[in-house]
């Protein structure tokens, strides 16, 4: 079989954002400019009252995409969820701000847009800031009704900002060629290799010969695929915090994963995992990141509706 080139390993942009110029290096820089921070009694986009604080419209709630730390007001540009893009901005409550946008009351509809648009937000502010990313969907009548469930929670926010305090995410995903995988699990077990040279010799029944070697194939993909994904999680152990398995997807899929990385270790997880590409020429490898650490941190609300 031919080599595949490392190239089968793919790093994917966390967002669909402006395009910026490559670099020479081997990772691409993601990070945008900082937030602009609001002076006092200036006015953003949104509706503000004279001291800066945004103002309760009619009909429109506060859409919360993340929580930050944040000791002054910030604004992030025309970026959040609608038809022509909300400006987002904070709702705070002492060192913490929840990331907001304005966002007519009631049900929003996961639409591929909305979807997006949320993933975009989060992702925009994690270049400067670590999030708490909540779940799609969370919005709260006003601006007070923010700030109070940011009191509320305050030390579980806290706590939970300290354990993420410069750490994102990445996604890795393994497949494999299944049917080769089964040709090479032929050749090398004697008993399944002369079991199928016996069903194909066969001319009467052979359903229990073929449930036998059936039986013979499972164990043996699933053996590989153990000790390649034991092999993957632990050399990736020391270049990441935790990591989170989930379920495969198809046939083909035998890791489903998730590590969240240290930004001064980022670098280094990359190497890694393109080290890894390159040794299993077999095996392709779909990587993605950074990302907000969607999959360690899950905050759900039971909120009523607006």
């Given at each position: 079989m031919a080599?595949?080139?490392?190239?089968?390993?793919?790093?994917?942009?966390?967002?669909?954002?402006?395009?910026?110029?490559?670099?020479?290096?081997?990772?691409?820089?993601?990070?945008?400019?900082?937030?602009?921070?609001?002076?006092?009694?200036?006015?953003?986009?949104?509706?503000?009252?004279?001291?800066?604080?945004?103002?309760?419209?009619?009909?429109?709630?506060?859409?919360?995409?993340c929580?930050?730390?944040?000791?002054?007001?910030?604004?992030?540009?025309?970026?959040?969820?609608?038809?022509?893009?909300?400006?987002?901005?904070?709702?705070?409550?002492?060192?913490?701000?929840?990331?907001?946008?304005?966002?007519?009351?009631?049900?929003?509809?996961?639409?591929?847009?909305?979807?997006?648009?949320?993933?975009?937000?989060?992702?925009?502010?994690?270049?400067?800031?670590?999030?708490?990313?909540?779940?799609?969907?969370?919005?709260?009548?006003?601006s007070?009704?923010?700030t109070a469930?940011?009191?509320?929670?305050?030390?579980?926010?806290?706590?939970?900002?300290?354990?993420?305090?410069?750490?994102?995410?990445?996604?890795?995903?393994v497949?494999?060629?299944?049917?080769?995988?089964?040709?090479?699990?032929?050749?090398?077990?004697?008993?399944?290799?002369?079991?199928?040279?016996?069903?194909?010799?066969?001319?009467?029944?052979?359903?229990?010969?073929?449930?036998?070697?059936?039986?013979?194939?499972?164990?043996g993909?699933?053996?590989?695929?153990?000790?390649?994904?034991?092999?993957?999680?632990d050399?990736?152990?020391?270049?990441?915090?935790?990591?989170?398995?989930?379920?495969?997807?198809?046939?083909?899929?035998?890791?489903?994963?998730?590590?969240?990385?240290?930004?001064?270790?980022?670098?280094?997880?990359?190497?890694?995992?393109?080290?890894?590409?390159?040794?299993?020429?077999?095996?392709?490898?779909?990587?993605?990141?950074?990302?907000?650490?969607?999959?360690?941190?899950?905050?759900?609300?039971?909120?009523?509706?607006?």
């Amino acid at each position: 079989m031919a080599k595949k080139s490392p190239a089968a390993v793919r790093r994917k942009a966390a967002s669909p954002a402006p395009k910026a110029k490559p670099k020479p290096a081997a990772l691409q820089s993601t990070r945008q400019a900082p937030a602009q921070r609001l002076r006092p009694g200036a006015r953003s986009a949104t509706s503000r009252g004279a001291n800066g604080t945004a103002v309760d419209q009619p009909g429109k709630g506060r859409y919360v995409y993340c929580i930050v730390r944040a000791d002054q007001a910030l604004s992030f540009g025309s970026i959040g969820i609608g038809e022509e893009p909300a400006p987002v901005y904070t709702v705070r409550c002492d060192d913490l701000a929840a990331i907001v946008s304005d966002t007519p009351l009631g049900v929003l509809d996961p639409t591929r847009d909305n979807v997006l648009a949320h993933q975009r937000v989060n992702e925009t502010v994690m270049r400067e800031h670590t999030v708490l990313p909540m779940s799609f969907g969370t919005m709260f009548k006003t601006s007070d009704d923010v700030t109070a469930f940011l009191k509320s929670a305050y030390r579980a926010f806290s706590d939970v900002l300290d354990k993420m305090e410069n750490k994102l995410e990445f996604g890795l995903k393994v497949l494999w060629d299944r049917e080769a995988v089964i040709r090479e699990i032929e050749e090398e077990d004697d008993d399944i290799r002369r079991l199928k040279n016996e069903i194909a010799a066969q001319k009467g029944s052979t359903y229990f010969a073929r449930m036998q070697y059936g039986r013979l194939i499972d164990a043996g993909l699933q053996g590989k695929s153990e000790r390649y994904v034991s092999e993957i999680f632990d050399r990736l152990r020391d270049v990441s915090v935790a990591a989170r398995a989930n379920k495969p997807i198809g046939d083909r899929m035998i890791l489903n994963a998730a590590f969240l990385v240290s930004r001064d270790t980022e670098e280094a997880f990359d190497a890694r995992v393109k080290a890894l590409g390159a040794h299993h020429d077999k095996l392709t490898f779909k990587y993605t990141g950074p990302w907000p650490p969607y999959n360690f941190v899950n905050i759900r609300l039971k909120l009523e509706r607006a």
